[in-house]
């Protein structure tokens, strides 16, 4: 059987733009229903994929892939935006998404708000994404039908390189959350589901209160039986809902 990889997408709907960030070991799929919507509204979306992710390979995450590259991902898909003269600029993105996102909104003047989905912000990577990277690289390696002396060698490889890459996401965490304060009036749109089994719900409502805390305009929303991809699961109409509310709430 044969598998067709995943594609980045391009929806030129409108003078606003948008840039979905996908998660870690995901792809711009997982934020396709939510450009498809978005599309819908007349808004322009953007969904690169982080270098590295989306091929038959996993190692490519740790081997192409790095904290450097995915926010050189994240500028260029903002500023191919700015160069289709799109305004104003909305960054949304999920699990780690959500980190890059969150640092567009401080750091780049062009962004006038956005958020994240199932974000660890505060917390930074959990210790249940090892055993998660893990099981992706090896239903991919049955999926492409390696041999299992050549699973044996990559998991290997994986195993070794992945504390690594878990450790330089932690560090761009810390220093999202050290920024903050940079954010100012920006509106940030936080979503979260309540029964989340990769990261803490309850950091979202402490994001929700560290940004109050200094006069951050937030737009919350929880998601009392959605699981940790939001974007896709039960709740996904909701949420795609409520973010074409902020954005037109704060496109002016």
């Keep these: 059987m044969q598998y067709r990889l995943p594609q980045p997408y391009y929806y030129d709907s409108g003078p606003v733009g948008v840039v979905l960030l996908h998660a870690y070991t995901g792809s711009a799929n997982d934020v396709h ?3 498809r919507f978005l599309e819908k509204q007349q808004i322009s979306v953007l969904a690169p994929h982080f270098t590295g992710h989306a091929t038959f390979e996993p190692l490519d995450i740790l081997e192409e892939g790095s904290v450097q590259a995915w926010w050189a991902d994240t500028t260029a898909a903002i500023q191919k935006l700015q160069v289709a003269a799109k305004k104003p600029l909305f960054v949304f993105g999920l699990s780690l998404g959500g980190l890059f996102a969150m640092r567009a909104i401080e750091t780049m003047p062009a962004v006038v708000g956005g958020g994240i989905f199932s974000a660890p912000v505060l917390e930074g990577p959990t210790d249940k994404l090892a055993p998660l990277f893990m099981g992706y690289a090896q239903r991919l390696y049955q999926i492409t ?6 699973q044996a060698v990559q998991l290997a490889k994986i195993k070794q390189q ?11 965490s810390a220093l999202v959350t050290a920024d903050l304060d940079q954010i100012g009036d920006k509106p940030v749109f936080i979503g979260q589901g309540g029964q989340d089994q990769v990261i803490d719900p309850n950091g979202a409502s402490a994001l929700k209160q560290r940004l109050e805390a200094q006069q951050t305009p937030v737009d919350y929303h929880w998601y009392d039986n959605a699981g940790h991809v939001i974007t896709v699961d039960r709740a996904h109409h909701q949420l795609e809902a409520d973010v074409e509310v902020f954005i037109k709430r704060y496109k002016k």
């Design 33 to 35: 229903m939510m450009g």
């Design 145 to 150: 039908e390696k041999t299992a002396a050549d």
């Design 162 to 172: 992945l504390p690594q890459q878990l450790q330089a996401i932690a560090d761009f």
